[in-house]
């Protein structure tokens, strides 16, 4: 692992929590009492992975120090180990638990509240990291457009695929279309989380970021050309 570059140990986890959320659907179809837990450990996993991606982010901007001496691999390994322990007592409930009320509690009070904290984590990391850019001095300014490009993602994914969620859960009358919509940004969970990888690879983002760059530097070349041809319409006109 280099130290100049940022480490993909979320990312790979993150992507391991979109096979286990496969391997879910695919037992849920025919032994749905297992499959639905199996499904909902990778999709507790993979949000926890997106606010370590988040966090990790801001404390690049933030606590850049901090950030250099507590980046190694051990650090990684406890917060991966920390994240998939913390997503496995619900699944084991939904397993084990007999009483309806014990999943009453989870699907209308631990899940809705766990993802609105989740969100407001995403929402204070972007405003920290935008925040701190000004007194990040030792970072380079393409890393910091890296950074707040990734920022922006991990927010902008959260917020199309889980706030639906969020409602559902939340609503004591729940929709037709309110649970087919939340069903089917669960299905596309894996292919956000796959979007969030290739803008994780330094080189995909660079072009992406490049290509958005030289599309605003065309647009505002055409705008100057056409205010020049305007300007300068009149004194053609008078000559």
């Known amino acids: 692992m280099k130290k100049d570059q940022w480490s993909p140990v979320y990312v790979i986890n993150l992507l391991f929590s979109d096979v286990i959320q496969f391997c879910g659907r695919i037992i849920e179809s025919f032994m749905f009492d297992i499959g639905y837990p199996i499904l909902f450990l990778g999709f507790t996993a993979s949000v926890g992975f997106m606010i370590c991606i988040s966090l990790e982010r801001y404390l690049v901007i933030a606590k850049p120090l901090w950030y250099r001496f507590r980046r190694n691999i051990k650090t990684y390994v406890v917060v991966c180990v920390v994240v998939w322990t913390i997503?496995?007592?619900?699944?084991?409930?939904?397993?084990?638990?007999?009483?309806?009320?014990?999943?009453?509690?989870?699907f209308l009070i631990i899940s809705p509240s766990g993802l609105l904290l989740s969100f407001l984590f995403f929402i204070f990391f972007l405003v920290g990291t935008i925040k701190a850019l000004s007194g990040a001095l030792s970072v380079p300014a393409?890393?910091?457009?890296?950074?707040?490009?990734?920022?922006?993602?991990?927010?902008?994914?959260?917020?199309?695929?889980?706030?639906?969620?969020?409602?559902?859960?939340?609503?004591?009358?729940?929709?037709?279309?309110?649970?087919?919509?939340?069903?089917?940004?669960?299905?596309?969970?894996?292919?956000?989380?796959?979007?969030?990888?290739?803008?994780?690879?330094?080189?995909?983002?660079?072009?992406?970021?490049?290509?958005?760059?030289?599309?605003?530097?065309?647009?505002?070349?055409?705008?100057?050309?056409?205010?020049?041809?305007?300007?300068?319409?009149?004194?053609?006109?008078?000559?």
């Open 142 to 239: 393409e890393e910091k457009r890296r950074i707040v490009a990734i920022q922006v993602a991990v927010l902008l994914i959260y917020t199309l695929l889980f706030l639906p969620m969020i409602l559902f859960f939340l609503l004591s009358e729940s929709l037709l279309i309110l649970h087919t919509l939340a069903r089917v940004c669960l299905l596309l969970s894996p292919l956000a989380d796959t979007i969030l990888y290739l803008l994780s690879r330094k080189s995909f983002l660079d072009k992406f970021l490049a290509s958005l760059c030289s599309c605003k530097a065309s647009e505002n070349q055409e705008m100057s050309s056409k205010d020049t041809e305007r300007s300068t319409a009149p004194h053609t006109e008078t000559v």
């Open 87 to 106: 997503s496995l007592p619900i699944p084991l409930t939904l397993i084990l638990a007999t009483d309806p009320i014990a999943r009453y509690i989870i």
